[in-house]
């Protein structure tokens, strides 16, 4: 069991360090992850890109018929109202001066503007020099938060991180045994208590193992809240000032998970995690298939807040750095 442990993390470090090293394999890597995102946000009958490639890169007149059915079909990506409407106030006023010469260019100049409200908040997640640097994870019930820190994880270590996670859902026994398997499998270190233990010891005992070991980042996978029940966040509270007391500049990172797929109640949860433990990034994970991606548009434009990862798929290599240009070029497509 040791010696298939150990091969299983030379086979992760070997990977990684070739992925690197080689310009050829990075960057085939990446072409290959924005293909699949294209792909992805491109899939449903509903999509964005094909909606809007229906209305504006055929013969349509720049009328006020043609603004309503882009208004529907932003709506209907679940871009929200209030992105929608400044997006279409803008091509409106476009319209209106006679900068655009037809469809075509109506399509052009939408991207350019979903282009203006994504780039100020493609903020890719920095650790800094502290040590441990403490990310602290939350999110609801079911957004995939745990998986998605296993993911994050394998970034981390491909970049040289030395990692520990930490088990501070104490509520579920499967939470628990779940995180240790993804550290058995990624053969990094996890703090684990048995379940229904205080939350916020494990993550003090756990700060002190991280000081102790020297390790790089400390990540901590808290239990699936429900936004709106006011006696689960304050849990997370005390998580937080636990942390807080025994590193007064930590947590270094709050990274609220949230799935793609549940449209503007992100808007809902967003809110609420931020005003309980104040909020510093974003993932956004399930975005393939079965979302239609408009809401990470919503959630740039109505609150500002760091994107620092999309999640597209299931293997660990499916956690991607958000990138303003690629997620507007997969959303909608650049056309010749």
Not at 278 to 304: E, R, S, Y
Request: charged letters at 25%.
């Amino acid at each position: 069991m040791l010696r298939a442990k150990r091969a299983l993390a030379y086979r992760i470090k070997s990977l990684a360090d070739t992925a690197l090293t080689d310009p050829h394999v990075k960057s085939t890597a990446r072409a290959g992850l924005l293909a699949r995102l294209r792909d992805n946000l491109g899939s449903t009958p509903r999509s964005l890109a094909r909606g809007l490639g229906d209305l504006l890169l055929g013969p349509r007149a720049l009328d006020a018929r043609l603004i309503e059915d882009i208004e529907s079909s932003l709506l209907a990506a679940d871009v929200g109202m209030e992105t929608t409407t400044f997006l279409v106030d803008a091509l409106s006023r476009r319209i209106s001066r006679h900068e655009l010469a037809d469809a075509r260019a109506a399509y052009e100049a939408l991207r350019q503007e979903m282009l203006g409200i994504v780039q100020p908040v493609a903020r890719p997640l920095t650790v800094g020099n502290q040590r441990p640097f403490v990310i602290m994870a939350v999110g609801v019930n079911g957004v995939g938060k745990t998986t998605t820190l296993a993911k994050l994880t394998h970034r981390l270590k491909a970049q040289g991180k030395d990692t520990m996670l930490v088990a501070a859902d104490t509520f579920r026994a499967a939470a628990i045994e779940q995180l240790k398997t993804w550290g058995e499998r990624l053969a990094v270190p996890v703090i684990a208590q048995h379940t229904g233990a205080d939350a916020a010891a494990v993550c003090h005992d756990a700060l002190g193992a991280a000081v102790a070991r020297g390790v790089d980042v400390l990540i901590v996978d808290t239990a699936g809240r429900q936004h709106t029940h006011a006696g689960l966040m304050d849990e997370l509270k005390k998580i937080r000032r636990v942390i807080n007391k025994a590193r007064p500049d930590a947590p270094h990172e709050v990274l609220l998970v949230l799935d793609a797929s549940t449209g503007q109640n992100a808007l809902s949860q967003l809110k609420h995690f931020n005003e309980a433990i104040g909020v510093t990034g974003i993932a956004l994970a399930k975005l393939d298939g079965t979302a239609k991606g408009g809401i990470l548009l919503a959630i740039a434009k109505q609150t500002g807040m760091p994107i620092r990862f999309v999640g597209i798929g299931e293997e660990l290599e499916d956690l991607q750095e958000f990138t303003a240009p690629e997620f507007v070029n997969a959303l909608l497509p650049a056309r010749e």
